[in-house]
């Protein structure tokens, strides 16, 4: 039982996603919650922008597991689906390559079975081992360990026969090559990781969980964007007691003889039994937590590999929604290179000339993403984050912009004569913005030794009362993960000390 002056406070740094599923948990179990955010709006990197007309959503565009978030408000005494209308994709996503050839994912089997017959029949034996494979590798990667706390690295040492089994130590890339031999499908099979921040010629082939996921449980988009699904956790939190406080920028998490004690932000203290820090996890180490012996130094976040940096373009039109009727919601745009490209943004921290994009276009799905008659878009390209030191996106983003206007243009073309809105995040941004190390976009890369107990852990094992939600921590990136992370954490956290009374009285 906590014997704190403030016992039953909570404080929670940054309204991402996986903040507000840890306002949502510890409000159900009986804590006063305040969540502190330094933007405008909720979601953190799952906010959006509004420009003429034009809602921009910033960052994920994709619910790969409903599941998790129907779990969380089920844990709220809510129904998920009264309040977010989530739409299934059917195709999830269309892949294109420099010759023209095309590849759609789809939520059946048989479909996908005439995919790879199409585009590569000699790879159709090798592409349903994958598939077997890759539920085998859910059920250890995501089921046994994302949805447990891996702070106590016995639970890593028991899952290491079937990681020796699954051949965990061999990259995601080298797992799809070593089942189809067609370049592109080994692209098809292996490019998951990036939106989750690893290189895929490096991450472990557990990611290939990701094939078995999108199959089992389908991509879907949220009408209203990844924004409304954070408005409607607001929402939630508020009906607890608790309260969403933003444009406040945390400067301090306290602490007292080993255990968290305040939060400090600017003149304000706000006293606090628990504290969760959804900020990324190299920030709330290196600039949140003053003085103190502990395991992540500043010198050991340095020599960390951290995910790839993001360069994207946020752009309307005007009157051309019967236009360009061949580009779908989620259009991925290869350039000539693949693993070259990997080595350059991963390996060598190079921006090349040459690029690959992924390319949204919501208002194929929600008309109301743009005024009427025109789109939305966004075109993401990865790139070096700003560690390398090697760019200056100050003096480079007009001129990278153009060289992303250039691939689409063979897509869309004429697009840039109907503009009618612009918004670009550079990786630059992505450090003032979110205050991401080396403008990360997804924190720690989720290497396998930077991964479970390797990683910052969801309770701190300096002070006392502080836990991690969010990308850096376990289990990791995309919008299954920090939503995990935030049931993990959770899981850790007593019921506040009022709550656990009414508990023992019942």
């Known amino acids: ?51 003429n007309g034009h809602r921009f959503d910033l960052g994920p565009t994709i619910v790969t597991m409903p599941a998790l978030l129907e779990e969380l408000w089920q844990a709220c005494g809510r ?215 502990r395991r992540w130094t500043k010198a050991k976040l340095d020599r960390q590999r951290w995910s790839m940096g993001l360069f994207v373009w946020y752009f309307g039109t005007a009157g051309t929604r019967d236009k360009w009727a061949d580009v779908g919601h989620h259009t991925i745009i290869n350039g000539p290179r693949y693993d070259g490209l990997l080595r350059d943004i991963f390996i060598r921290g190079k921006l090349a000339d040459d690029m690959s994009l992924y390319l949204h276009r919501p208002s194929v799905t929600e008309p109301g993403v743009a005024p009427d008659g025109g789109d939305t878009f966004y075109a993401l390209s990865p790139v070096p984050h700003l560690g390398w030191g090697g760019v200056d996106w100050a003096q480079e983003t007009d001129r990278y912009r153009r060289k992303v206007a250039a691939v689409l243009e063979q897509h869309i073309p004429g697009f840039e004569d109907h503009l009618s809105a612009s918004h670009i995040l550079t990786p630059a941004d992505f450090e003032s913005r979110y205050l991401s190390p080396h403008g990360c976009g997804f924190s720690i890369e989720p290497r396998i030794l930077q991964s479970a107990w390797f990683r910052p852990h969801n309770v701190s094992e300096e002070v006392a009362g502080l836990y991690l939600a969010g990308a850096g921590t376990h289990p990791g990136a995309g919008l299954p993960g920090v939503i995990s992370s935030a049931e993990v954490l959770a899981g850790m956290v007593p019921p506040a000390p009022a709550a656990a009374l009414d508990l023992a009285a019942e």
Do not use: C
Not at 29 to 44: A, E, I, M
Not at 111 to 120: C, G
């Open 1 to 51: 039982m906590f014997t704190h002056p403030h016992n039953d406070s909570a404080v929670i740094i940054g309204a991402g996603l996986g903040g507000l599923a840890a306002a949502m948990r510890l409000g159900a179990k009986g804590w006063r919650v305040t969540v502190l955010d330094r933007l405008d709006r909720p979601g953190g990197r799952g906010s959006s922008v509004t420009r």
């Open 79 to 293: 129904d998920f689906h009264s309040d977010i209308d989530l739409r299934p994709m059917d195709p999830f996503y269309e892949i294109r390559w420099p010759d023209g050839s095309q590849f759609r994912a789809y939520p059946d089997t048989e479909r996908m079975i005439e995919e790879v017959r199409r585009l590569s029949p000699g790879d159709l034996r090798g592409y349903l081992r994958f598939l077997k494979g890759a539920e085998a590798r859910y059920r250890i990667g995501f089921q046994r360990l994302g949805r447990i706390p891996m702070h106590d690295i016995r639970e890593t040492l028991k899952v290491l026969p079937a990681f020796a089994r699954l051949r965990a130590d061999r990259s995601i890339l080298a797992h799809a090559k070593a089942h189809v031999r067609d370049p592109r499908l080994r692209m098809a099979l292996s490019f998951h990781p990036l939106f989750i921040g690893g290189d895929p010629a490096h991450v472990t082939s557990i990611y290939a969980l990701v094939s078995h996921l999108e199959k089992s449980y389908g991509v879907h988009y949220a009408m209203g964007g990844v924004q409304a699904i954070a408005d409607a956790m607001v929402r939630v939190i508020e009906a607890q007691g608790g309260q969403v406080r933003l444009g406040v920028t945390v400067d301090e998490i306290e602490a007292e003889n080993g255990r968290v004690t305040a939060v400090r932000a600017g003149a304000d203290r706000l006293p606090a039994a628990v504290v969760v820090s959804n900020a990324d996890a190299g920030h709330t180490y290196a600039h949140l937590l003053k003085g103190g012996k």
